[in-house]
Protein backbone atom coordinates (compact mmCIF):
# COMPACT_ATOMS: atom_id res chain seq x y z
CA UNK A 1 0.00 0.00 0.00
CA UNK A 2 1.02 3.38 -0.42
CA UNK A 3 0.96 6.84 1.49
CA UNK A 4 -1.69 8.64 -0.57
CA UNK A 5 -4.13 5.04 0.61
CA UNK A 6 -4.59 6.62 4.28
CA UNK A 7 -6.15 9.50 3.36
CA UNK A 8 -9.85 11.22 4.06
CA UNK A 9 -11.31 14.83 3.62
CA UNK A 10 -11.64 16.12 7.25
CA UNK A 11 -13.26 20.04 7.56
CA UNK A 12 -10.70 21.91 9.42
CA UNK A 13 -13.90 22.34 12.13
CA UNK A 14 -14.10 19.00 13.24
CA UNK A 15 -10.90 19.41 14.64
CA UNK A 16 -10.64 19.60 18.96
CA UNK A 17 -9.17 22.97 19.77
CA UNK A 18 -10.39 22.34 23.76
CA UNK A 19 -10.73 19.04 25.56
CA UNK A 20 -14.37 18.30 26.60
CA UNK A 21 -15.93 19.50 29.25
CA UNK A 22 -15.15 16.37 31.14
CA UNK A 23 -12.53 14.04 30.54
CA UNK A 24 -14.41 10.82 30.37
CA UNK A 25 -17.66 12.78 28.30
CA UNK A 26 -16.38 12.15 25.19
CA UNK A 27 -17.83 10.80 21.61
CA UNK A 28 -16.76 6.83 21.32
CA UNK A 29 -17.52 5.13 17.96
CA UNK A 30 -17.10 1.38 18.06
CA UNK A 31 -15.67 -0.85 15.04
CA UNK A 32 -16.41 -4.31 14.77
CA UNK A 33 -16.81 -6.92 12.18
CA UNK A 34 -20.32 -5.92 12.36
CA UNK A 35 -20.04 -2.43 11.54
CA UNK A 36 -19.94 0.78 13.92
CA UNK A 37 -22.13 2.12 16.61
CA UNK A 38 -22.05 5.43 18.10
CA UNK A 39 -21.36 5.57 21.90
CA UNK A 40 -20.26 7.69 24.70
CA UNK A 41 -16.96 6.53 26.66
CA UNK A 42 -18.57 6.58 29.96
CA UNK A 43 -20.16 3.32 28.13
CA UNK A 44 -16.79 1.99 28.11
CA UNK A 45 -17.18 -0.75 30.76
CA UNK A 46 -19.97 -2.23 29.75
CA UNK A 47 -18.65 -2.55 26.17
CA UNK A 48 -15.44 -5.06 27.88
CA UNK A 49 -16.10 -7.99 30.08
CA UNK A 50 -15.11 -9.08 32.88
CA UNK A 51 -11.73 -10.38 33.29
CA UNK A 52 -10.51 -8.17 30.00
CA UNK A 53 -7.49 -6.39 31.06
CA UNK A 54 -6.60 -2.92 30.36
CA UNK A 55 -3.43 -1.67 29.47
CA UNK A 56 -2.43 1.99 29.66
CA UNK A 57 0.65 4.32 29.01
CA UNK A 58 1.94 6.01 32.57
CA UNK A 59 4.05 8.31 30.36
CA UNK A 60 4.12 11.86 31.88
CA UNK A 61 4.66 15.02 29.09
CA UNK A 62 7.30 17.70 30.31
CA UNK A 63 7.79 21.03 29.14
CA UNK A 64 9.92 20.27 25.84
CA UNK A 65 9.53 23.50 24.27
CA UNK A 66 12.22 26.10 24.03
CA UNK A 67 12.74 29.64 22.62
CA UNK A 68 16.23 30.79 22.19
CA UNK A 69 18.29 32.88 20.30
CA UNK A 70 21.71 32.13 18.58
CA UNK A 71 24.58 34.44 19.50
CA UNK A 72 24.09 36.49 16.47
CA UNK A 73 20.61 36.80 17.69
CA UNK A 74 18.52 34.43 15.06
CA UNK A 75 15.46 33.19 17.22
CA UNK A 76 15.64 28.85 17.89
CA UNK A 77 12.31 27.29 18.55
CA UNK A 78 13.46 24.17 20.50
CA UNK A 79 11.64 21.13 20.90
CA UNK A 80 12.95 18.04 22.87
CA UNK A 81 12.63 14.67 21.47
CA UNK A 82 14.31 13.08 24.00
CA UNK A 83 16.71 13.76 27.18
CA UNK A 84 19.55 11.72 26.77
CA UNK A 85 20.88 11.89 30.41
CA UNK A 86 21.50 14.80 33.06
CA UNK A 87 23.10 17.56 30.97
CA UNK A 88 22.26 15.77 26.89
CA UNK A 89 18.97 15.84 24.72
CA UNK A 90 18.13 15.53 20.90
CA UNK A 91 15.88 18.10 19.73
CA UNK A 92 14.42 19.67 16.63
CA UNK A 93 15.33 22.96 16.31
CA UNK A 94 13.30 25.46 14.39
CA UNK A 95 15.97 28.48 12.92
CA UNK A 96 16.48 30.03 9.45
CA UNK A 97 20.14 28.33 9.42
CA UNK A 98 20.90 25.22 11.52
CA UNK A 99 24.07 25.53 13.89
CA UNK A 100 27.14 23.49 13.61
CA UNK A 101 28.95 21.43 16.08
CA UNK A 102 30.03 23.89 18.71
CA UNK A 103 27.62 26.30 18.17
CA UNK A 104 25.61 28.06 21.20
CA UNK A 105 21.73 28.66 21.64
CA UNK A 106 20.70 31.11 24.92
CA UNK A 107 17.45 30.64 26.56
CA UNK A 108 17.89 33.06 29.15
CA UNK A 109 20.39 33.20 31.19
CA UNK A 110 21.08 29.21 30.11
CA UNK A 111 23.29 28.00 27.68
CA UNK A 112 22.85 24.86 25.11
CA UNK A 113 26.19 23.84 23.20
CA UNK A 114 25.55 22.11 19.89
CA UNK A 115 27.54 18.67 20.42
CA UNK A 116 26.41 17.18 16.96
CA UNK A 117 23.42 16.23 14.68
CA UNK A 118 21.52 12.94 13.68
CA UNK A 119 19.75 13.39 10.53
CA UNK A 120 17.22 15.93 11.62
CA UNK A 121 17.49 16.06 15.00
CA UNK A 122 20.23 17.81 17.24
CA UNK A 123 22.09 16.67 20.02
CA UNK A 124 22.27 19.59 22.57
CA UNK A 125 24.53 19.71 25.73
CA UNK A 126 23.05 21.62 28.99
CA UNK A 127 25.53 22.54 31.52
CA UNK A 128 23.89 23.79 34.64
CA UNK A 129 24.26 21.62 37.57
CA UNK A 130 20.45 21.34 38.49
CA UNK A 131 19.92 19.25 35.02
CA UNK A 132 17.86 18.86 31.74
CA UNK A 133 14.64 18.01 33.53
CA UNK A 134 14.90 20.66 36.12
CA UNK A 135 16.16 23.47 33.61
CA UNK A 136 12.92 22.34 31.12
CA UNK A 137 10.35 22.87 34.16
CA UNK A 138 11.94 26.19 34.67
CA UNK A 139 12.35 27.32 31.26
CA UNK A 140 10.44 25.16 29.04
CA UNK A 141 6.19 25.22 27.47
CA UNK A 142 3.66 22.48 27.33
CA UNK A 143 4.59 21.52 23.43
CA UNK A 144 1.23 20.92 22.19
CA UNK A 145 0.39 19.37 18.67
CA UNK A 146 0.76 21.57 15.88
CA UNK A 147 -3.00 21.47 15.23
CA UNK A 148 -4.16 23.16 18.41
CA UNK A 149 -3.49 26.71 17.45
CA UNK A 150 -3.82 28.35 21.37
CA UNK A 151 -0.71 28.95 23.22
CA UNK A 152 -0.61 26.47 26.15
CA UNK A 153 -2.58 27.73 29.37
CA UNK A 154 -3.76 26.38 32.62
CA UNK A 155 -5.96 23.93 31.70
CA UNK A 156 -4.04 22.81 29.25
CA UNK A 157 -1.15 21.90 31.94
CA UNK A 158 -4.01 19.81 33.44
CA UNK A 159 -5.86 18.52 30.32
CA UNK A 160 -2.90 17.76 28.20
CA UNK A 161 -1.63 14.75 30.69
CA UNK A 162 -3.58 11.54 31.91
CA UNK A 163 -4.93 11.08 35.22
CA UNK A 164 -2.18 8.07 35.81
CA UNK A 165 0.91 9.80 34.03
CA UNK A 166 4.01 8.95 36.60
CA UNK A 167 7.18 8.42 34.38
CA UNK A 168 8.29 12.18 33.02
CA UNK A 169 9.92 11.83 29.32
CA UNK A 170 6.91 11.98 26.64
CA UNK A 171 7.09 15.08 24.57
CA UNK A 172 3.31 14.41 23.35
CA UNK A 173 0.77 12.94 25.49
CA UNK A 174 -0.59 9.49 24.89
CA UNK A 175 -3.85 10.83 23.90
CA UNK A 176 -6.30 8.49 24.32
CA UNK A 177 -5.60 8.52 28.05
CA UNK A 178 -6.70 11.54 28.18
CA UNK A 179 -10.32 10.16 28.26
CA UNK A 180 -10.04 8.47 31.53
CA UNK A 181 -10.89 10.08 34.93
CA UNK A 182 -11.08 9.09 38.16
CA UNK A 183 -15.11 7.79 38.10
CA UNK A 184 -14.66 5.89 34.78
CA UNK A 185 -11.43 3.85 35.95
CA UNK A 186 -13.97 3.21 39.54
CA UNK A 187 -16.51 1.71 36.92
CA UNK A 188 -14.05 0.18 34.92
CA UNK A 189 -12.95 -1.91 38.26
CA UNK A 190 -16.52 -2.52 39.56
CA UNK A 191 -17.12 -3.91 36.33
CA UNK A 192 -14.27 -6.35 36.86
CA UNK A 193 -11.97 -5.24 33.94
CA UNK A 194 -8.27 -5.58 35.59
CA UNK A 195 -5.72 -3.14 35.13
CA UNK A 196 -2.17 -2.41 34.39
CA UNK A 197 0.54 -0.21 33.18
CA UNK A 198 3.73 0.20 30.67
CA UNK A 199 5.75 3.23 29.98
CA UNK A 200 6.76 4.76 26.53
CA UNK A 201 7.78 7.73 26.20
CA UNK A 202 6.49 9.54 22.77
CA UNK A 203 8.71 11.51 20.89
CA UNK A 204 7.60 14.55 18.31
CA UNK A 205 8.83 12.17 15.66
CA UNK A 206 5.02 10.99 16.09
CA UNK A 207 3.80 14.43 14.29
CA UNK A 208 6.41 13.61 11.69
CA UNK A 209 4.77 13.41 8.39
CA UNK A 210 5.23 10.19 6.06
CA UNK A 211 7.28 12.41 2.97
CA UNK A 212 7.43 9.18 0.95
CA UNK A 213 4.55 7.45 -1.55
CA UNK A 214 6.29 3.89 -0.87
CA UNK A 215 5.65 2.83 2.31
CA UNK A 216 8.72 0.51 2.65
CA UNK A 217 11.08 3.85 2.13
CA UNK A 218 9.68 5.51 5.58
CA UNK A 219 12.00 5.12 8.58
CA UNK A 220 10.20 5.41 12.15
CA UNK A 221 11.52 7.28 14.68
CA UNK A 222 12.60 5.66 17.63
CA UNK A 223 11.19 5.45 21.13
CA UNK A 224 12.22 4.21 24.55
CA UNK A 225 9.70 1.79 26.09
CA UNK A 226 9.18 -0.45 29.15
CA UNK A 227 7.55 -3.17 30.38
CA UNK A 228 7.74 -4.60 34.00
CA UNK A 229 7.09 -8.14 35.10
CA UNK A 230 3.90 -7.29 36.86
CA UNK A 231 1.92 -6.04 33.08
CA UNK A 232 3.59 -9.38 32.17
CA UNK A 233 1.96 -11.67 34.41
CA UNK A 234 -1.17 -9.65 34.07
CA UNK A 235 -1.10 -10.33 30.27
CA UNK A 236 -0.63 -14.18 31.21
CA UNK A 237 -3.09 -13.97 34.12
CA UNK A 238 -5.70 -12.05 31.34
CA UNK A 239 -5.32 -15.33 28.81
CA UNK A 240 -5.53 -17.71 31.38
CA UNK A 241 -8.85 -16.44 31.84
CA UNK A 242 -9.84 -16.20 28.85
CA UNK A 243 -9.47 -12.68 28.82
CA UNK A 244 -8.33 -10.33 25.96
CA UNK A 245 -5.70 -7.51 26.46
CA UNK A 246 -7.22 -3.82 25.48
CA UNK A 247 -4.84 -1.23 24.51
CA UNK A 248 -5.24 2.05 25.42
CA UNK A 249 -3.60 3.65 22.52
CA UNK A 250 -1.52 3.02 19.95
CA UNK A 251 2.05 3.26 22.41
CA UNK A 252 0.77 0.80 23.79
CA UNK A 253 0.25 -1.03 20.64
CA UNK A 254 3.79 -0.29 19.51
CA UNK A 255 5.42 -1.23 22.97
CA UNK A 256 3.70 -4.52 23.28
CA UNK A 257 4.04 -5.73 19.81
CA UNK A 258 7.69 -4.46 19.57
CA UNK A 259 8.36 -6.89 22.99
CA UNK A 260 6.32 -9.51 21.71
CA UNK A 261 8.05 -9.52 18.03
CA UNK A 262 11.71 -9.37 19.67
CA UNK A 263 11.20 -12.09 22.02
CA UNK A 264 9.69 -13.84 19.03
CA UNK A 265 6.64 -14.86 21.25
CA UNK A 266 2.74 -15.01 20.31
CA UNK A 267 0.68 -13.57 22.88
CA UNK A 268 2.82 -12.93 25.58
CA UNK A 269 6.22 -10.62 26.53
CA UNK A 270 8.60 -10.90 29.17
CA UNK A 271 10.28 -7.80 31.13
CA UNK A 272 12.30 -5.43 28.45
CA UNK A 273 13.11 -2.03 28.60
CA UNK A 274 14.42 -1.19 25.02
CA UNK A 275 13.97 1.40 21.83
CA UNK A 276 11.49 0.69 19.24
CA UNK A 277 11.02 1.83 15.04
CA UNK A 278 8.35 -0.76 14.45
CA UNK A 279 6.31 0.54 11.93
CA UNK A 280 3.00 -1.04 11.67
CA UNK A 281 0.97 -0.90 8.22
CA UNK A 282 -1.45 -3.40 6.62
CA UNK A 283 -0.61 -7.13 6.68
CA UNK A 284 1.22 -7.11 10.28
CA UNK A 285 0.97 -10.24 12.33
CA UNK A 286 -0.10 -8.83 15.93
CA UNK A 287 0.51 -11.18 18.67
CA UNK A 288 -0.83 -9.82 22.24
CA UNK A 289 -3.55 -6.89 21.42
CA UNK A 290 -7.37 -7.36 21.10
CA UNK A 291 -8.82 -4.58 21.28
CA UNK A 292 -7.58 -0.82 21.00
CA UNK A 293 -9.13 2.48 22.61
CA UNK A 294 -7.56 5.05 20.55
CA UNK A 295 -8.38 8.48 18.74
CA UNK A 296 -8.82 9.93 15.16
CA UNK A 297 -5.46 10.03 13.52
CA UNK A 298 -4.05 12.67 11.06
CA UNK A 299 -4.70 11.64 6.95
CA UNK A 300 -1.64 9.52 5.61
CA UNK A 301 -0.11 9.50 9.21
CA UNK A 302 1.88 6.47 10.76
CA UNK A 303 -0.78 6.32 13.52
CA UNK A 304 -3.40 6.25 10.77
CA UNK A 305 -1.83 3.26 9.22
CA UNK A 306 -0.85 1.47 12.26
CA UNK A 307 -4.94 1.28 13.20
CA UNK A 308 -5.68 0.64 9.69
CA UNK A 309 -3.39 -2.45 9.91
CA UNK A 310 -5.36 -3.58 12.95
CA UNK A 311 -8.97 -3.24 12.20
CA UNK A 312 -9.02 -3.36 8.73
CA UNK A 313 -8.49 -0.91 5.88
CA UNK A 314 -11.66 -1.01 4.65
CA UNK A 315 -13.46 -1.06 7.71
CA UNK A 316 -11.51 2.05 9.27
CA UNK A 317 -11.71 4.02 6.19
CA UNK A 318 -15.20 3.73 6.16
CA UNK A 319 -15.40 4.61 10.14
CA UNK A 320 -13.55 7.54 9.25
CA UNK A 321 -16.12 8.59 6.90
CA UNK A 322 -18.93 7.67 9.71
CA UNK A 323 -16.95 9.72 12.02
CA UNK A 324 -16.80 12.60 9.47
CA UNK A 325 -20.34 12.88 8.74
CA UNK A 326 -21.23 12.61 12.63
CA UNK A 327 -19.56 15.48 13.23
CA UNK A 328 -17.33 13.31 15.74
CA UNK A 329 -14.02 15.55 17.40
CA UNK A 330 -10.45 14.75 15.81
CA UNK A 331 -7.13 14.18 17.27
CA UNK A 332 -6.23 14.85 20.48
CA UNK A 333 -8.41 16.90 22.78
CA UNK A 334 -11.05 14.99 20.19
CA UNK A 335 -13.14 11.82 20.18
CA UNK A 336 -12.09 8.26 20.62
CA UNK A 337 -12.81 4.45 18.90
CA UNK A 338 -12.74 0.85 20.47
CA UNK A 339 -11.59 -1.22 17.70
CA UNK A 340 -11.88 -5.09 17.33
CA UNK A 341 -8.59 -6.25 16.20
CA UNK A 342 -9.37 -7.77 12.32
CA UNK A 343 -9.76 -11.55 12.33
CA UNK A 344 -7.34 -12.09 9.52
CA UNK A 345 -4.30 -10.00 11.59
Known amino acids: MRRSDFDYELPPELIAQEPAAQRSASRLLQVTAAGVADRQMRELPGLLARGDLIVFNDTRVIPARLFGVKPTGGRVEILVERVLDAHRFLAQLGVSKKPRAGGVIL ?14 LFELRYGGDDGVMAFLERAGQLPLPPYITHAPDAKDAERYQTVFAREPGAVAAPTAG ?26 AGTFQPVRVEDLAEHRMHAERYRIDGALCAAIDAARARGGRVVAVGTTVVRALESAALAQDTIGRVEPCSDETRLFITPGFRFR ?37 AQRYRFFSYGDAMLIDRDAHV
Do not use: K
Open 288 to 324: VVDRLLTNFHLPQSTLMMLVCAFGGFERIMAAYRHAV
Open 178 to 203: LHFDEALLAALDAAGIERATLTLHVG
Open 107 to 120: VGADRLEVLGRDDD
